[in-house]
């Protein structure tokens, strides 16, 4: 028995995974990032998107950093049929759109752009790379943070019981004593630790790193420190089993020359007492 031929293209189409349709559509779970809208006629190929991950960006004179943020990747492919746009279209496309809302090129050649963002939510790092043909193109996107800390009540407790102490990445809005949402976890568990074991009294200690002056950075650390016992009293803790104190850039950990010195600098120690 003869095949008809149009059941056999249709076939070799299914087997070989080249239908039309699924060809030229986003793949599954893929989506534009918020501060970029896709060139014309292309669709997403891939993505991927990971809450934490580390990407390096190339500088000017040959220099790169490496930035570290939530990381999202995503490749476009042209519509087959469309009209076909140049590397540079792409890279001016990119890079017009990161102008627009204040961002900043930091590198480019004839097929990649290195562009910043800062903008009022966030910092954010771009690499948008054009395929030599440019039927395709990448984007890899890093929204600059730092891994956020995670502790536990028991891992609080077991610092305390063997060091005397336990340093705490919480965070401040900057230049205030009001702490960030993300920093709330950290603050109840040390009200777990401190309920579990009613004997224990500690002290809260404020550290900031050197920028700004002396004075006012000893005031601010004080304020932190206050901040946190007071959030301490409202979870249950008696105010008698806690202590404020504030430090300023006195103590540092770290050397304050470069940033991630001073971010290990500027932490909240809860001292045994």
């Known amino acids: 028995m003869k095949t008809k031929p149009g059941i056999l293209a249709m076939v070799s189409l299914l087997v070989l995974g080249l239908s039309p349709l699924w060809a030229q559509t986003d793949a599954e779970g893929c989506k534009d990032h918020p501060l970029f809208s896709r060139m014309p006629n292309f669709y997403i190929d891939a993505c991927e998107v990971n809450d934490f991950d580390s990407y390096e960006f190339y500088l000017d004179e040959g220099k790169t950093v490496a930035v570290e943020g939530a990381k999202t990747y995503l490749s476009y492919y042209i519509k087959e049929g469309s009209p076909v746009p140049s590397e540079l279209q792409i ?6 759109a990161a102008q627009k809302i ?18 009022a939510g966030g910092e954010f790092w771009v690499h948008v790379k054009a395929c030599d043909g ?10 600059k943070k730092a891994m956020v800390q ?23 809005d900057t230049g205030q004593a009001t702490i960030k949402p993300e920093s709330k976890p950290i603050v109840e568990q040390i009200a777990a630790a401190l309920r579990d074991n009613p004997s224990l009294k500690v002290s809260v200690e404020g550290h900031t790193d050197n920028t700004g002056t002396p004075q006012g950075n000893k005031a601010l650390s004080m304020k932190r420190a206050e901040a946190v016992v ?27 020359r470069s940033e ?14």
Request: with cysteine; net charge positive.
């Open 150 to 172: 995670e502790v536990t009540a028991n891992e609080i407790l077991d610092a305390l019981n063997s060091q005397g102490f336990i340093a705490l990445d919480i965070r401040f």
């Open 102 to 119: 204040a961002g900043q090129v930091l590198y480019k050649d004839g097929y990649n752009a290195y562009l910043k963002i800062a903008r």
């Open 230 to 256: 007071a959030a301490l009293v409202q979870a249950g803790i008696a105010s008698g089993r806690l202590q404020a104190a504030g430090w300023g850039q006195e103590k540092p950990v770290a050397d304050n």
């Open 134 to 143: 440019a039927d395709c193109y990448q984007l890899t996107i890093i929204e």
């Open 260 to 273: 991630e010195g001073r971010a290990k600098n500027r932490r909240v120690e809860v001292v045994k007492k």
């Open 91 to 96: 890279l001016r496309n990119f890079i017009n």
